[in-house]
């Protein structure tokens, strides 16, 4: 797909080699803007984590309760009207807690069933994903580190949405290492066979094959569970770490003084679920952008991407992590 769309009064756009950076309320823009509707039934994959339904307003916003249900739900149709046939959607959410209560809240379950019963959207759930990260901050505070009546709630939802059951997936391109009982079974080309106690049958060379790695798990362990043992993350979330203080945008941010984004999205779950769910030169899209991490994965996987953002502050950090020397495609503002 060719994208053609220029800045206007109405928006302001950043375009690289592979895609451009909309700054703009991205659901008012895509309901309500002629000219992005040539994007309709052409994104391979949508990736996004939006504002989480946090009790307390946070600098890059987010509602609350039953009106972050209500905006949430109504994302639905106009995500599936984005989406190719074999496309698919991986959100990114975080648990809910009940304002001034140590109870969780249920409302990230009502989302998501809301949207995927949608009448106008026609999406179902493929396969959640948790997304571990023990270096979050403990959380719900007042509930942990204050009154020590619960724990630290250390991990995120990712959902993996489609239009169909058969989306476009590989599991191929995203193997994880293999652990180093299995790289030992394969250099001795011998293993204990037949039948187990669960009676299951395992063949004589069923396991005998190289596969180049093992295929991933639903369950994304960002750092060591157990010390001893290697963490096993496919390559392309291993490249890339969250907590990486010495990357290149976090350590730009640092000389230039900006404070980035509080909520950037893993540049590891991105690269997983692009090189998973599309092919390159597939088209890529992220309604909530933030500092672009998003834009940045597909530009460096050779996919096309479309990337909105409201705040000026975090279009700027998106700039900054186009200015990656070994990216070499700096975003550039386009005139109106």
């Known amino acids: 797909m060719k994208l053609t769309?220029?800045?206007?009064?109405?928006?302001?756009?950043?375009?690289?080699?592979?895609?451009?950076?909309?700054?703009?309320?991205?659901?008012?823009?895509?309901?309500?803007?002629?000219?992005?509707?040539?994007?309709?039934?052409?994104?391979?994959?949508?990736?996004?984590?939006?504002?989480?339904?946090?009790?307390?307003?946070?600098?890059?916003g987010n509602e609350k309760g039953e009106e972050y249900k209500d905006w949430f739900i109504k994302l639905a149709p106009i995500f599936s009207d984005l989406l190719a046939d074999n496309g698919s959607l991986?959100?990114?959410?975080?648990?809910?807690?009940?304002?001034?209560r140590p109870v969780q809240s249920l409302l990230h379950l009502e989302c998501l069933l809301g949207m995927v019963?949608?009448?106008?959207?026609?999406?179902?759930?493929?396969?959640?994903?948790?997304?571990?990260?023990?270096?979050?901050?403990?959380?719900?505070?007042?509930?942990?580190?204050?009154?020590?009546?619960?724990?630290?709630?250390?991990?995120?939802?990712?959902?993996?949405?489609?239009?169909?059951?058969f989306p476009k997936a590989d599991n191929s391109k995203v193997l994880r290492p293999y652990s180093k009982s299995m790289r030992q079974l394969l250099k001795r080309q011998s293993y204990n066979s037949g039948k187990r106690p669960s009676e299951h049958q395992i063949s004589e060379a069923g396991f005998l094959k190289d596969h180049g790695g093992s295929i991933a798990h639903n369950f994304f362990e960002m750092e060591a569970l157990d010390e001893k043992r290697d963490v096993r993350l496919p390559h392309s979330v291993l490249s890339f770490s969250n907590t990486n203080s010495n990357d290149y945008f976090l350590k730009t941010c640092r000389e230039k003084e900006i404070t980035p984004h509080p909520a950037r999205m893993s540049g590891g779950l991105v690269n997983f679920f692009i090189q998973f769910l599309t092919d390159e030169g597939d088209l890529v899209l992220d309604p909530f952008s933030g500092s672009n991490t998003t834009g940045y994965?597909?530009?460096?996987?050779?996919?096309?991407?479309?990337?909105?953002?409201?705040?000026?502050?975090?279009?700027?950090?998106?700039?900054?992590?186009?200015?990656?020397?070994?990216?070499?495609?700096?975003?550039?503002k386009m005139k109106v």
Not at 148 to 164: C, E, F, G, M, Q
Not at 308 to 318: G, L, T
Request: with cysteine.
């Open 5 to 60: 769309l220029n800045a206007t009064e109405d928006y302001q756009i950043y375009k690289s080699k592979k895609g451009m950076l909309i700054q703009g309320n991205s659901i008012e823009l895509l309901q309500n803007d002629k000219d992005l509707s040539e994007l309709k039934g052409k994104v391979s994959l949508i990736v996004t984590s939006p504002p989480f339904p946090l009790n307390n307003k946070k600098q890059y």
């Open 90 to 100: 991986v959100i990114e959410i975080g648990n809910a807690w009940e304002p001034e």
């Open 117 to 165: 019963k949608h009448p106008e959207a026609n999406l179902r759930l493929i396969q959640e994903f948790i997304c571990y990260n023990p270096s979050k901050l403990p959380s719900p505070a007042q509930w942990v580190t204050v009154n020590r009546l619960r724990t630290v709630d250390s991990y995120t939802h990712v959902w993996w949405i489609a239009k169909n059951d």
């Open 297 to 332: 994965c597909a530009e460096k996987l050779n996919r096309k991407w479309v990337s909105f953002e409201v705040k000026e502050d975090y279009i700027e950090q998106a700039r900054v992590r186009f200015s990656d020397p070994s990216l070499k495609s700096p975003l550039k």
